[in-house]
Structures are given as structure tokens and as C-alpha cells.
């Protein structure tokens, strides 16, 4: 018997390493789902210990105590897979799936794959721009994502369906000084790819607490704000500029100063309280970058991105007497050439599970709509961003069903997808998966016609009465630029 494996038996917790499995007793929660040591810590107090529960998404790792870990079952890495699946440091492998599912969901979450082409047609063309970015830049490719390209083929054929005809409603069987530091930054390339994860300092939640306007709130993941603050157990944002300050003292004479009660850039919508303004990253670099750094609290997947020249950025606000107050955001290329709509979208805590993120949702499509394209979010999704798009794709499309009407001379009403398309700009693979995951098409007599069942229509015409709040077209004052032609962002 070895040394080590001697002192174990003696002094079970000194043991403990990082990359070790074991039960854990979950926060608020009776359950012990497995989860992995993902870094250890020497306190006052004793050790503590930085834990992913396996099966759930990371937002819920977190720090706790001996006490809370059954070593009992315990079981260490393994030596020989070191490198590949325990790796103590969990880097999820990116799969086809369109989500970040090797961080599955939280419990009551269900994010089952995308498996439409125009996410894996999406992920391709990501892995080819990475490939030329980093040849640019230098870098070696490590072959990393070279899984992506052989699976494409056998669903391609997907995307050539069209659908001539509909029988609806059948009764038959969804810096500056604010410049974070060098140090702290995974990778600052401006790309908007999913990172790499590479960094184990990225993995670990590094802020305890922000508190922007009337919110205080928990962050979900790493966000590279300078070290010196993160250690604060909280952080206080202006939420009209978004510059950040150690302390509310520091933060009240900001706000002596602060000229804002509105994010930069033009008012293009407004409807009620709601409003929406549009602005430049080249232009408003500062805002854009403390936005960055805002949601990546609560965003896992993507790189964080100083160069936001090439995004514009869409911030949704609630107006009240104090001023408008930011709910949530979403950016976009100015220049897509895979034709995304959305880059990142995010809804602040607590004003999610309200319907603003299919608001802002909504917003992104109204936006192709002037454009007269069709448009998908980037690739790949979160757990919610997933759950987010399909609640959105299934609702808009079910939407045009229900309300067509035969036309004259015809027994059936008639549509193609293109149709569908264009009414909604949803991408057409993306309409396709939406069928397909609907289960609405079927081949009958040497034709694909959609069928729905009055089940269906019902549940659709109850999760509409809850949509109340929706984006009116009317009141979108705005015209697409064309950012090509320019020349220069
Ligand atoms: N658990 C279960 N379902 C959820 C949850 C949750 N925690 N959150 C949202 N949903 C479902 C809702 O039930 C709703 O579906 P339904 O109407 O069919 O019931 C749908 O998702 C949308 O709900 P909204 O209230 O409109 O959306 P919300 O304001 O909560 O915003 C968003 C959704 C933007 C994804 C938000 O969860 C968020 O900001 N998450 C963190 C950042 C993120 O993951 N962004 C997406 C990344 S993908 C990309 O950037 C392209
Ligand atoms: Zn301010």
C-alpha cells in the first residue's frame, strides 16, 4: 500500500482532490447528486471545496463545506483518463446537440437536441471562421471540433421538404479604467465562439454578488471584472451606464455625476413602458463592454469579447419615474455570413420567466422582418436559450396555422415553408426542425401535409393567452443599414 492511499484511510478529506466524484449535499435541496471537485480551498474554517454537480447546469456549482460530502463513495480520477473524461476540470465537449449540454440542465429542464441542419451547417461554418481566425492570429488548429463535419450529411436532406399543402385542424393523432485586466482574460481574439474552456480560473464563479438599481443578484458563472473586485462580496452597478464600483458609497457619488437614466445610442421602439435602443459597439465601445461583462454572469457559453465594434446591440428597458431601467439585451453582427439575427440574448434574473425573453426574442425577428431576411440565433444555444427559441419558433409558426383559411376553390388551405418563412423570418431549417419536433408533418397520398390535432390548437390558443406582452411593428422606427456597402463598421 502506498503512502498516499495510507493517509487517506488516517484522514479521509485530505484525500480529496481535485477531479474527484462524490456525492454532495446540493444547497436547498435533500439531494446528493454525484458531482466533481473542481478546485480546493484552505479557509480559516477549513477546507472548502468548489464542486459541479454532474448532472446539472454549471450556474449551480458552487463552494461548500467537508460536511456536505459523502466520502463514503467517493471515487478518484483515474490516472490514464487524466487528460479525457475526468479531467478535473470537466471541459465540456461541445456535441451536435445546439446546446451546452455536457452542463445538462437544471432540474425540471428537458433540452433535447436540435438536430436541424442549420445548426450543424452552422457549427461547420463556425469551425471553418475559428480555423481561418486562428490561422490569422497564429494559432494552431488542435482539431478540437473536427467531429462536427461528418454528421452533417446524413440529415441535409432535410432541408429540401417543401410542404405544398395544409389540412389544419384534422382530428387526428413543441481601458479605460472600467478595462478589465489582461491577466484575468481567457482570450480576447473577438470571436464569438464558444470558449475553450482551457482556463481554470474561468470555471470557478469569481463574483459573490451585484447589485444593479433596485436588484441584488447572485451571479451564475465566471466573468473576468478585475481581480481587485472580485473578492467584494458585492459589486454595484449603474444600471443606466453600467460602470461598476466597490462599494454603494462609491457608487452613490457616481450616480451625482452620472448624466444617464437610459442605455446609449436611439430610442427605436416604445410601446407602453417597453422601449428599445439601438447602438453601435464601435461607437459606444465602453457600454457595449461593460454589457459584455454584465451578462457573462449569466452566460456560459460564449467568449467574452472586447472588440464589440463588429455588434450592434439591442437594449431592452422598462421606463418607470427613476428612468429606464435595462431588463435585458440582445446583440447582433452587423454582418452575418451564416445569417445569424441574435449573437447573445440575455434576460437579467430577476426579470426572467415573464416573457421578455421571447419579447426580445420577438424584437430580433421584427428586426430581419425590415430587413427582409431570415435570421437564427448563433450557435450554439444554452439550456434556456434552447427552451426559449423553440417555445418561440413553436408559438409563431402555430400562430400562422391556426389562422389560415383555404383559398378560393380550394378544400384546403395551401402554404409552403418558404411562406412560412418569409411571414416570420425564422430560418427555414429552423421551421423544418419546429415541424419535425412537432410532429406535424406527415406523407399521405404522395404529399406532405401538416395535421393538427384539436389538443394542439388548444394548448396553443392557452400559452398565447399568456403571452401578454408583444412587440407591435407599428411601433418600430428603425431602417436596416447595410453594413457591407459602408465599408466600414
Ligand atoms: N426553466 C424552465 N423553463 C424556462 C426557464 C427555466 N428556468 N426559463 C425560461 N423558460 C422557458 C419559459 O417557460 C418559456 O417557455 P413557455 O412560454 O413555453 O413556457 C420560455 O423559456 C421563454 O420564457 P421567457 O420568460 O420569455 O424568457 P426569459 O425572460 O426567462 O428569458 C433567456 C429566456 C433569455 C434564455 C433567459 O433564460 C436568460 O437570459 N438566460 C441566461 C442567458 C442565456 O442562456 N441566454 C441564451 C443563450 S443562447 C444565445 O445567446 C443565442
Ligand atoms: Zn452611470
Wanted: charged share 25%; glycine share 6%; hydrophobic share 30%.
Amino acid at each position: 500500500m502506498s503512502e498516499d492511499s495510507n493517509s487517506a484511510i488516517l484522514d479521509p478529506i485530505s484525500s480529496v482532490t481535485e477531479g474527484c466524484r462524490l456525492p454532495v449535499l446540493m444547497t436547498n435541496g435533500e439531494d446528493w447528486p454525484l458531482a466533481e471537485i473542481i478546485s480546493i480551498k484552505d479557509t480559516d474554517a477549513g477546507k472548502v471545496f468548489y464542486v459541479h454537480y454532474i448532472d446539472y447546469n454549471k450556474r449551480l456549482d458552487e463552494w461548500v463545506e467537508e460536511d456536505r460530502l459523502d466520502l463514503r463513495k467517493i471515487q478518484y480520477p483515474r490516472r490514464d483518463l487524466a487528460s479525457s473524461t475526468t479531467t478535473g476540470l470537466n471541459t465540456p465537449k461541445k456535441t451536435l446537440t445546439g446546446a451546452t449540454n455536457s452542463r445538462p440542465s437544471s432540474p425540471g429542464l428537458t433540452p433535447d437536441p436540435i438536430t436541424g441542419p442549420s445548426v450543424l451547417a452552422a457549427l461547420q461554418q463556425k469551425q471553418q471562421k475559428l480555423k481561418r481566425r486562428k490561422l490569422d492570429h497564429g494559432e494552431e488548429d488542435d482539431g478540437r471540433r473536427s467531429s462536427i463535419g461528418s454528421l452533417s450529411g446524413s440529415i441535409g436532406g432535410l432541408a429540401d421538404i417543401d410542404i405544398p399543402s395544409l389540412t389544419p385542424l384534422t382530428p387526428q393523432p413543441p481601458s479605460t479604467p472600467q478595462q478589465p485586466p489582461a491577466s484575468s482574460v481567457p482570450r480576447q481574439t473577438g470571436s464569438l465562439a464558444t470558449h475553450s474552456d482551457d482556463h481554470a480560473i474561468t470555471r470557478i464563479k469569481n463574483m459573490k454578488m451585484i447589485e444593479l438599481g433596485k436588484f441584488r443578484i447572485k451571479p451564475w458563472y465566471f466573468s473576468p471584472y478585475p481581480q481587485e473586485i472580485t473578492n467584494l462580496d458585492c459589486i454595484y452597478i449603474c444600471e443606466f451606464c453600467l460602470k461598476y464600483r466597490k462599494s454603494r458609497k462609491c457608487l452613490e457619488r457616481h450616480l451625482q455625476k452620472c448624466p444617464f437614466k437610459h442605455p446609449p445610442g436611439n430610442e427605436i421602439y416604445r410601446k407602453g413602458s417597453i422601449s428599445f435602443f439601438e447602438l453601435d459597439g464601435r461607437k459606444n465601445k465602453l457600454y457595449a463592454q461593460n454589457l459584455c461583462l454584465l451578462a457573462k454572469l449569466f452566460l456560459d457559453h460564449k467568449t467574452l469579447y472586447y472588440d464589440t465594434d463588429p455588434f450592434l446591440f439591442y437594449v431592452m428597458t422598462e421606463y418607470d419615474a427613476r428612468g429606464y431601467h435595462i431588463v435585458g439585451y440582445f446583440s447582433k453582427e452587423k454582418e452575418s455570413s451564416e445569417d445569424y439575427n441574435v449573437a447573445c440574448i440575455l434576460t437579467l434574473p430577476p426579470y426572467q420567466r415573464k416573457g421578455y425573453g421571447k419579447l426580445l426574442i420577438e424584437f430580433s425577428y421584427e428586426l430581419s422582418k425590415f430587413e427582409g431576411k431570415t435570421g437564427s440565433p448563433e450557435k450554439p444555444l444554452s439550456d434556456l436559450g434552447l427552451l426559449s427559441y423553440r417555445s418561440y419558433w413553436k408559438q409563431t409558426i402555430l400562430e400562422i396555422l391556426i389562422g389560415l383559411k383555404p383559398q378560393e376553390g380550394q378544400e384546403k388551405p395551401q402554404l409552403t415553408i418558404n411562406e412560412i418563412c418569409e411571414q416570420t423570418s425564422i430560418k427555414k431549417e429552423d421551421v423544418i426542425s419546429t415541424l419535425t419536433t412537432l410532429e406535424l408533418i406527415n406523407y399521405y397520398r404522395g404529399q406532405y401535409i401538416l395535421t393538427l390535432n384539436k389538443d394542439l390548437v388548444e394548448s396553443h390558443r392557452r400559452m398565447m393567452e399568456k403571452r401578454k406582452i408583444r412587440i407591435d411593428s407599428k411601433n418600430l422606427h428603425w431602417t436596416p443599414k447595410d453594413w457591407a456597402k459602408r465599408g466600414k463598421w
